[in-house]
């Protein structure tokens, strides 16, 4: 469907930024209801070929002013207010702090920017997740890795590094992620060096114990809250493999029931009075058999489809509310199913990815890869209604 028909269109257009796993997601939720979305990146993505979507070229994000600048052109050349939907915090952020310029032109599907500002300050949200009884790891904040020398003494290895904020802190260090575990001091005193040397001695920084397990031991708590900041519905899992697969994004996970995630999610929701899709990470700690809080991430996650696809349409039921519309869902699905990025998790755990970045020790034998993934399985990519993308992006590839 070209932008010129969806201009005179008489509902809320979804408007997704981002192209990539998340948004052709999202896109899908809203194709199975037979409503067409807009995606803007700053490049044609693989997701611009799906029938449920119109893409569209825009500057980067982080050209703030260029880029709200065309939402709001794109704002008035539609009928009804688009639902605006982010698919990483590069989109998020700019969009938040800039609500009350977009406002006029859009609808939001998540909180405003002060409590998105909360959500994604590490600081703040252990803090509270410790005054409501939350779980966390054993915690040590520092101003700036200058400051590494006063909890030195305190730190036992290995440890987890990560910034209070994430947003460009992994691309300034030049690295593939934004959490490091460390297996000693050396390591952590070559990585500060590291951290100064790339102008981020101004970032504040979080050390934490390293919760023994392996990646299967970290669980998702995906939920849609109203605007009451009551949990709705939510869907649990747990990661199969990340990349880069010892701190990274999922690229392959598995849906299982977990009902003990949702009593501390509904606290730490309720707390920040969070409004929209979410992702909630836990660790499993098997030393004493609690969930220990990792991180919430105020927007629709990487896998949100996953959700969809095991029965509870979240981006829909959002739209619903917007729109003032009665619906009706269950709380949770009881339904198993794998969720897969095949083109990135085969390359990297059978084709040798993992391998050439040093990581030898997460690659699996064609047998033990397909071993992994047994069971009801629902690609990222992949989909015999909506082949054009995944064409694409095999061919660009």
Not at 26 to 54: C, H, M, P, Q, W
Not at 357 to 380: C, M, N, Q, R
Request: charged share 25%; net charge positive.
């Amino acid at each position: 469907m070209k932008l010129q028909k969806l201009k005179n269109i008489d509902y809320n257009v979804p408007l997704i930024l981002g192209g990539g796993v998340n948004g052709i997601g999202l896109a899908r939720s809203f194709g199975e209801k037979n409503i067409k979305s807009i995606i803007l990146d700053t490049a044609k993505n693989f997701s611009f070929f799906s029938k449920y979507v119109t893409g569209i070229i825009c500057p980067h994000p982080r050209e703030e002013n260029e880029f709200i600048n065309f939402l709001i052109e794109l704002g008035k050349d539609l009928k009804n207010k688009p639902l605006l939907f982010v698919t990483n915090d590069h989109w998020m952020i700019p969009v938040s702090k800039n609500q009350n310029l977009l406002i006029k032109y859009y609808e939001f599907s998540m909180s405003d920017w002060k409590i998105i500002e909360n959500a994604t300050d590490k600081r703040y949200m252990y803090k509270i997740a410790e005054e409501i009884g939350i779980d966390i790891p054993q915690t040590f904040y520092l101003e700036s890795i200058t400051k590494i020398d006063e909890i030195s003494n305190n730190i036992t290895y290995p440890c987890i590094l990560k910034p209070v904020v994430t947003v460009n802190f992994a691309e300034k260090l030049g690295a593939p992620q934004r959490v490091f575990t460390l297996n000693n001091k050396e390591e952590l005193q070559k990585l500060s060096k590291k951290i100064l040397i790339s102008g981020l001695d101004d970032r504040e920084i979080i050390i934490q114990e390293y919760i023994p397990g392996d990646i299967s031991d970290l669980y998702t708590i995906t939920t849609y809250s109203n605007k009451n900041a009551d949990i709705v519905c939510y869907s649990t899992g747990h990661k199969l493999r990340q990349r880069p697969p010892v701190a990274g994004t999922i690229i392959s996970g598995r849906v299982i029931p977990e009902p003990r995630l949702y009593e501390p999610a509904k606290k730490l929701i309720k707390k920040l009075n969070f409004f929209g899709i979410a992702n909630t990470e836990f660790k499993y700690d098997h030393r004493d058999n609690k969930y220990k809080l990792m991180e919430i991430n105020p927007r629709p996650g990487k896998w949100n489809y996953s959700v969809t696809a095991s029965g509870i349409n979240m981006p829909y039921l959002l739209w619903q509310e917007i729109r003032n519309e009665n619906s009706e869902t269950k709380l949770y699905s009881d339904k198993e199913l794998i969720w897969i990025c095949l083109f990135e998790d085969f390359f990297n755990t059978v084709l040798g990815g993992f391998r050439k970045k040093g990581f030898p020790e997460y690659s699996l034998s064609l047998w033990e890869y397909f071993k992994s993934v047994k069971g009801k399985k629902v690609d990222a990519i992949i989909s015999l209604s909506d082949p054009l993308p995944a064409i694409f992006y095999l061919f660009n590839h």
